[in-house]
């Protein structure tokens, strides 16, 4: 069974551009979730998908959001990069919100 | 508002002896209490939860923890630890109350160093 993946694994933008990350969850999973793990903050919930729809999202201006499609895979855009963005972004998936959290391998987006 | 604490920033053990890293939580209802895994460069690996039921939680790759309500504390455990086990571990709330699906709360990891 494929695990949750995330696409591209790295991805250099420049100040000011729009970034886009991918994510698949595993089959048979609803839920996606984006955390954002940078250095020196940990990692920081960002946003939360299920059925389509925003569900929760994390202390993170507008200009990070996402959207999930009807085959439950996931997109996070962030606009405006800033220098700050500079993190691994992970995204998770569950099938219950009390079963665990399977996380995909990243993506490293550095903004220069 | 639910808060995990990891006290430790590194913890360093011999192969062969029995780690303990330690973690706290606080939350308003009942606590879903969970143990990950980072290598370098990777994403989380899942290690082992606690939902309901018996305090004392076995995982993967001979891990276990300890659910002490009294004490608010998760401490993850291992009898004999290897070096292969060094890594970045984290754990992580999630509040019976909130409603926020699988919203988790991070600790701040604990670096685990295990050497010969």
């Known amino acids: 069974e494929a695990g949750v993946t995330q696409s591209p694994t790295h991805l250099i933008k420049t100040r000011g551009q729009q970034a886009t990350l991918r994510c698949s969850p595993i089959s048979g999973h609803t839920s996606v979730y984006w955390y954002q793990q940078a250095l020196g903050l940990g990692l920081q919930f960002l946003l939360w998908?299920?059925?389509?729809?925003?569900?929760n999202r994390g202390n993170f201006p507008p200009r990070f959001s996402g959207r999930q499609f009807p085959n439950y895979s996931s997109e996070l855009n962030v606009n405006a990069l800033e220098l700050e963005d500079s993190a691994l972004y992970l995204c998770?998936?569950?099938?219950?919100?009390?079963?665990?959290?399977?996380f995909g391998q990243g993506t490293r987006l550095t903004v220069v | 508002a639910q808060s995990v604490a990891q006290p430790e920033d590194q913890v360093n053990v011999a192969e062969g002896n029995p780690l303990t890293v330690k973690c706290t939580y606080s939350?308003?209802?009942?606590?879903?209490l969970f143990w990950y895994v980072q290598y370098p460069n990777r994403g989380l690996q899942f290690l082992l939860k606690?939902?309901?039921?018996?305090?004392l939680v076995k995982g993967s790759y001979g891990f276990e923890a300890e659910f002490n309500k009294s004490q608010t504390s998760f401490h993850l455990k291992k009898p004999s630890a290897l070096v292969s086990d060094s890594a970045l571990y984290f754990c992580a709330v999630r509040d019976s109350f909130t409603g926020g699906g699988n919203k988790l709360t991070f600790g701040t990891g604990t670096q685990l160093k295990v050497e010969l």
């Open positions: 998908y299920d059925e389509g729809e925003e569900r």
């Open positions: 998770a998936s569950s099938w219950t919100e009390l079963g665990e959290a399977f």
């Open positions: 939350v308003s209802g009942n606590p879903y």
């Open positions: 606690y939902i309901t039921g018996d305090n």
